[in-house]
C-alpha cells in the first residue's frame, strides 16, 4: 500500500514533536545546572522536577512511537488501550480531553488508531 503525504505535513509533524521534546529536555537541563551550583534546600525540589519532566519525556516518547512512528502491529490491529494509555498520560500537560471506550481490549485497524492519536496533536 502506497502512501502520499505532502512534505509540509511531515514538517509541521517534525516541528511539532521536537517542540514538545525540546522544552523537556531543557528542563531536565535546567535541573542539571542548579544541582551544579550549591542546591542547599533546592535539592528535593530540583529531583522532583527533573523525575516530572523524565517521566513526561518518557510518556510523549511512547506517544509519538505510536501515533507517528512505527509502533505497533504494522499490518494488523491495535487495542484501543494501547493508545488510551499514552494518550491519557500525554493529556495530563495538554489542553485537551477524550473519553475512551471501556471496553480497552478491543482492536482497531492500525490506521484508525494512529489517525485518532494523530488528531489529538
Known sequence: MSYM???RVLEL???RICH???SLVTAINNGMELLDDDPGDMLNHIRDLLMNRAYEGSGKLKYFRLACGLGGDPD???GIGSAADPTIRLEKHEKSSITWPADRERMLPRLTIKSGMNMVL
Do not use: T
Request: one cysteine or more; a negative charge.
Open 5 to 7: 503525504i505532502d512534505l
Open 13 to 15: 509533524l517534525c516541528s
Open 20 to 22: 514538545d521534546l525540546i
Open 76 to 78: 494488523g490491529e491495535i
